[in-house]
């Protein structure tokens, strides 16, 4: 009988449990902890818009600030302005700043509203939002704003058409009825003048009869030239013989008397694709302007240099321009008649028929120019023309 079999006796042994594979992060959980890729890749898209965005934490520093919003601002970007208080940042803008500051006190916040920029005159237009927290804290604010300096141009220029076309042909019809009288009038009264006695009282009313006859026949045909389309004959134009041209015709519309002139046209300007006759009256009403607000004493100044016009698109190339400033030392406007004296018909000289400054904003428009007028009582004024050495449309018509 074989001997029986041993039995060995075996440990069980408890191996660790095999490790779970980890459950994947879920969109919520991943959401709520931006990668550092996330975080530059939504600053990118931030840095690339084409509207402005600037953006403030609540206690007044500088959150954010694109390339955009500095070409607006006409700001050159520093490397410590993140973290400064924004009203440093934007010191030169105190339209922008006052607005930012305003932002946590308003009930509702402005959207689609626009601002004009008084230190660079661009407009903009702007939308305000809050920046709020995950427990819905309001812990900033943001600025949207886009450039529509252009736009805004293009739509003044329109409403000008618009009310040159409401006006233009009534104005035409009665300068046309007036203009036929008044020459009948002046001939009369000459012929009556001739048959007088030189030395006879009527002799002097009638001289004055025609002398009155003329200044009202000018005036007339000023409202003809000014309802009249313009219609530029363009070719090559050289601003200094247009100015030099200028000071000739103005000293023999007006009374110089002692004004010094001072001109300085560099010879390397870019020549202009404009009218030269049209450039010629245009600087020449502004001159006649000058001399009548000096009254025979003081100076003028007319300088000129290039420049590159900057329209708000930043894809665009910048326009060449040649801006040409004609600047007095006379009595100055107040802030209310700046913003008249281009109006038609509006006049403070006595004998005036205001339309000396509304022909040259016809003629700048007409050239796709632009004009600013700077000015404060007692400290003389100065206007700067804006002209494109290539215009949008060369067979403008207004």
Do not use: C, W
Not at 9 to 15: F, Y
Not at 17 to 43: E, G, I, K, V
Not at 383 to 391: A, E
Request: glycine content about 8%; hydrophobic content about 45%; proline content about 6%.
């Amino acid at each position: 009988m074989p001997p029986p079999r041993s039995r060995s006796r075996s440990r069980s042994v408890r191996r660790p449990p095999a490790a779970r594979p980890r459950a994947a992060a879920t969109p919520r959980a991943s959401a709520a902890r931006p990668t550092a890729l996330d975080d530059r890749f939504f600053r990118q898209i931030v840095a690339g818009m084409r509207n402005g965005v600037l953006a403030i934490f609540r206690d007044g520093r500088l959150a954010l600030i694109n390339d955009e919003a500095y070409r607006i601002f006409g700001l050159a970007r520093q490397p410590g302005d993140l973290g400064r208080p924004f009203a440093e940042v934007l010191r030169d803008q105190a339209d922008i700043v006052r607005v930012l500051s305003s932002v946590f006190d308003l009930t509702t916040l402005p959207n689609r509203a626009e601002l004009r920029l008084k230190g660079s005159q661009r407009v903009i237009g702007y939308t305000l939002s809050l920046v709020r927290d995950e427990a819905e804290q309001v812990t900033g604010a943001a600025l949207f704003f886009k450039d529509l300096t252009r736009v805004e141009q293009i739509e003044e220029r329109e409403r000008l058409r618009d009310r040159l076309a409401a006006v233009g042909e009534m104005a035409a019809a009665i300068a046309h009825e007036v203009k036929n009288p008044l020459a009948g009038i002046e001939v009369m009264a000459g012929v009556l003048r001739r048959q007088m006695d030189d030395a006879s009282e009527a002799h002097t009313v009638l001289g004055d009869i025609i002398t009155e006859a003329k200044m009202a026949n000018a005036i007339v045909q000023e409202v003809l030239e000014f309802v009249r389309p313009i219609r530029l004959q363009v070719d090559r134009t050289t601003i200094g013989a247009a100015v030099d041209a200028a000071v000739t015709f103005a000293e023999n519309k007006s009374r110089r008397g002692e004004v010094a002139v001072e001109v300085s046209v560099p010879p390397n300007l870019p020549d202009l694709h404009a009218d030269y006759y049209q450039l010629t009256q245009l600087f020449t009403n502004l001159l006649t302007n000058a001399f009548e607000a000096l009254g025979g004493q003081g100076r003028v100044r007319i300088a000129a240099r290039a420049v590159h016009l900057d329209h708000g698109a930043p894809d665009a190339a910048p326009r060449e321009a040649v801006v040409v400033e004609i600047a007095d030392d006379g009595p100055g406007m107040s802030a209310e008649l700046i913003d008249r004296v281009f109006n038609p018909f509006f006049t403070t000289k006595p004998q005036g028929s205001g339309l000396g400054l509304a022909i040259v904003r016809k003629i700048v428009d007409a050239h796709d120019g632009r004009i600013d007028l700077e000015s404060a009582p007692g400290r003389g004024t100065t206007v700067r023309v804006t002209l494109p050495v290539t215009g949008d449309d060369h067979d403008v018509h207004q």
